[in-house]
């Protein structure tokens, strides 16, 4: 989803993208935005805060992928975030605003959204037999976030993602689960970069029938946050 964003943000923004290894460098620079070296598990807080400075929009679409195990899912998944959230409260002066990937049916599992139907509920189930250390710790970086008021964040939490070539439509707020295209996730990511409007809320993303566009504005002006009840 990160290089399917660079590209979309490119032709109208500056854009950093912070990577781990050289081995990624040229894909960025072919995309006309700028590589940085740095690492979510061993960089310092202090790094980050001096990347951040000056930036308008901080995007986190980091994750350990399953690789490595809850060790690794916990370094990179929550501390990870934490240190990022760290270090935009470290900028001095404006802060930037902070938009997360987090993904669909992040929540406290003991309470059911009561908008779930029971495919939900079995698609739910499965997904958290399978990754639990991914749910919970993406869930403990969400809770942790939702508590700062220092800068101001918007989190998108996309359902299954596939390959798919994008539709342009998408259901996005209060949902059933689903899949959705990493090129429609893409795209309601850059067009958050302009909606300050969004701070403050979580918006769940699946594939749809209605135009992005309009399904985020209508998401927005709706501000249904209920995972963090």
Do not use: C
Request: avoid cysteine; aromatic fraction near 6%; charged fraction near 30%.
């Amino acid at each position: 989803v990160s290089l399917r964003l660079t590209k979309l943000l490119t032709p109208t923004h500056r854009v950093k993208s912070v990577i781990r290894t050289l081995d990624y460098q040229d894909d960025i620079k072919d995309l006309s935005a700028e590589p940085v070296l740095l690492s979510l598990e061993d960089s310092p807080v202090t790094d980050f805060t001096a990347l951040f400075k000056g930036q308008d929009v901080v995007y986190f679409s980091a994750g350990a992928g399953g690789k490595g195990g809850e060790a690794r899912t916990k370094k990179v998944d929550y501390e990870g975030a934490l240190k990022v959230f760290d270090a935009i409260e470290g900028v001095q002066g404006p802060k930037p605003r902070l938009i997360l990937v987090s993904a669909i049916d992040i929540r406290d599992p003991d309470k059911i959204p009561a908008h779930y139907n029971e495919q939900d509920i079995a698609i739910s189930k499965r997904v958290r037999g399978a990754i639990p250390a991914y749910m919970h710790w993406k869930y403990e970086a969400d809770k942790n976030l939702a508590k700062r008021d220092a800068f101001k964040w918007t989190i998108l939490r996309p359902a299954g993602l596939t390959n798919n070539p994008g539709t342009g439509n998408a259901a996005i707020g209060r949902t059933h689960l689903g899949t959705i295209a990493r090129d429609d996730v893409a795209k309601v990511l850059a067009l958050l970069v302009d909606r300050e409007d969004a701070a403050g809320l979580a918006l769940d993303v699946v594939g749809g029938d209605t135009p992005i566009e309009a399904s985020l504005d209508v998401a927005i002006k709706k501000g249904e946050t209920d995972f963090l009840d």
